[in-house]
């Protein structure tokens, strides 16, 4: 089996040379450690929120448009638009502040 902790590159042919199990734990391995990282870039993102913040939101839908936080959610936050009356439940990810 393959050393995850050495530091080497793979291209496609030594892949296509491993068994089904061995790419099936390095896959496991990957999506781990991307579900980690994405939970740490959530939960930074999140401390710096905080309720009555304007922020703008990166999607076509919202975009141009400035919001107001009213509700910090585990993983989405409820925004009002400022000067309106729609709101929208959006996820911590999405904004930008």
Do not use: C
């Not at 000067?83 to 502040?97: D, H, R, T």
């Amino acid at each position: 089996m393959i050393n995850p902790l050495k530091k080497e590159n793979m291209n496609y042919s030594q892949l296509s040379k491993l068994s089904v199990e061995e790419l099936r734990s390095i896959n496991e391995m990957v999506i781990g450690l991307i579900k980690q990282k994405r939970t740490i870039q959530s939960l930074e993102k999140k401390v710096g929120l905080q309720i009555g913040m304007k922020v703008r939101v990166n999607h076509p839908k919202l975009q141009g448009r400035e919001l107001e936080i009213v509700k910090i959610n585990r993983t989405k936050a409820n925004l009002r638009v400022v000067g309106g009356f729609a709101s929208y439940n959006v996820p911590v990810s999405l904004i930008e502040y």
